[in-house]
């Protein structure tokens, strides 16, 4: 296991923004295909956001297209999500997944390793 730290996350108004991180412990990710997916109470766990191991291919929910940004910091060993113009209904619990892979996933089930998830909370 690898285990995945994300962060960030807290309690905002609606239109406001947050940046989740998410960082690997024991190992880089540099050729790994990441994600960040976010699961609300009752709910099942959804796509959010996906990126290949360049960070040259991106793909979003339909729901956070335009509003959302998910980028990789090969350097800093780190993966982001920017977070703009957010809503009441993007309250969920936030995780970060991870596959060692070129390409790029969107599916739960394609995703080898998972953080805790981080809580965001918009408030109306």
């Known amino acids: 296991q690898v285990p995945l730290v994300e962060s960030g996350g807290g309690l905002v108004q609606a239109g406001d923004s947050l940046r989740l991180s998410c960082t690997a412990s024991?190992?880089?990710?540099?050729?790994?295909?990441m994600g960040w997916f976010r699961q609300a109470p009752g709910e099942e766990r959804e796509f959010v956001a996906g990126i290949n191991w360049s960070g040259a291919n991106t793909a979003y929910a339909d729901s956070v297209k335009g509003r959302f940004t998910i980028s990789r910091d090969h350097v800093k060993n780190s993966l982001y999500l920017q977070m703009d113009s957010l809503k009441p209904e993007d309250t969920a619990a936030y995780y970060c997944?991870?596959?060692?892979?070129?390409?790029?996933?969107?599916?739960?089930?394609?995703?080898?390793?998972w953080g805790q998830g981080t809580q965001v909370t918009v408030s109306s």
């Open positions: 997944a991870g596959r060692q892979d070129y390409g790029l996933r969107t599916e739960v089930h394609e995703y080898d390793y």
């Open positions: 024991t190992r880089g990710f540099f050729d790994w295909a």
